[in-house]
């Protein structure tokens, strides 16, 4: 699973049963790079899932301009050809890293947290944490520990003044990521539409007093980053947590983009092209949500019409 070293299931958001299988007792201790691949990989056998690995999808194009018509999936092992897919691949391999002036010129280490592993890496050094989502508190805390951090991001995070009720408000946050994808808005961070909760970890930044954001740097150089009063501050590595952006090159050949710079959808299902579903995309970015979505494209394309 695609999660540094050091994050446990305590401070991961859970694992959301799939069907047919209960979630079983986890160590909150235990790292989620083990416990949730293995709960995963005990329904795929258990179920007999006919899943081939590994597969790289290059492109997936239309066969005809003719509604309904076959699609053709190349991968780098074969070709498919099928009347509908169900796109659930994710963010990971599509990092944002933003392109500050003379970054490219930066002598020290750079790493997005897609390349994070753990925070002994940077001992005794100082440290640039870019981002202001959870998982730019997260490694902020860790690496703090460590080393002398500085925490950067576009704007001053929002914390709740109050616990999240996922049941109440988390239907409001995905009624509202909806909205936005159902108007082809390009998906934004979960986060963003939430705030930052208060929790265990960023309670334990805000106490040793490494939670105090600085307004964006401007500029980059061999050692330095020019900050926004003027002054320059003097940093090892630069950890880039800026998210990531829907993993969906390989279907660049069909056309599903709005004039707002998103894929509209309707429920799972482009708007553009009901053949393909997106799981993952919009309201259901989070893992309760592509559970839900999943499930939602599984009936409509098995469902008699």
Not at 44 to 50: S, T, V
Not at 171 to 192: C, L, M, Q, T
């Amino acid at each position: 699973m695609h999660r540094w070293d050091t994050l446990r299931m305590s401070t991961v958001n859970g694992i959301f049963a799939l069907p047919g299988m209960p979630v079983p007792t986890i160590d909150p201790d235990e790292s989620s790079n083990t416990a949730v691949p293995r709960y995963f990989g005990s329904y795929e056998a258990e179920q007999r899932l006919p899943i081939l690995r590994p597969r790289t999808v290059q492109d997936v194009v239309s066969l005809s301009d003719s509604p309904g018509a076959p699609l053709r999936v190349t991968t780098d092992k074969e070709t498919w050809q099928v009347e509908a897919i169900i796109n659930a691949t994710g963010t990971w391999d599509n990092p944002v890293t933003p392109d500050f002036p003379g970054r490219a010129s930066f002598l020290g280490r750079q790493l997005h947290t897609r390349d994070y592993a753990q925070a002994s890496e940077f001992a005794g050094q100082r440290v640039a944490v870019v981002g202001g989502g959870i998982s730019a508190v997260q490694i902020l805390e860790e690496i703090s520990r460590t080393a002398e951090t500085f925490w950067y991001t576009r704007r001053r995070p929002v914390f709740l003044e109050h616990e999240f009720a996922h049941e109440r408000e988390g239907v409001d946050v995905e009624r509202r990521v909806g909205s936005d994808a159902a108007k082809g808005i390009p998906p934004r961070s979960v986060v963003s539409y939430t705030g930052l909760g208060w929790t265990s970890y960023a309670v334990a930044a805000r106490e040793r007093g490494v939670l105090d954001p600085r307004p964006m740097f401007t500029a980059v150089s061999a050692h330095h980053l020019s900050e926004a009063d003027g002054t320059s501050t003097a940093v090892d590595a630069i950890v880039w947590a800026t998210g990531f952006r829907p993993s969906l090159a390989h279907l660049a050949h069909l056309d599903l983009y709005g004039p707002l710079g998103g894929i509209p959808v309707v429920g799972t299902q482009a708007a553009r092209d009901p053949r393909i579903h997106l799981i993952g995309y919009g309201p259901s970015q989070s893992t309760i949500g592509a559970n839900r979505a999943g499930r939602a494209a599984a009936v409509a394309l098995t469902t008699p019409t």
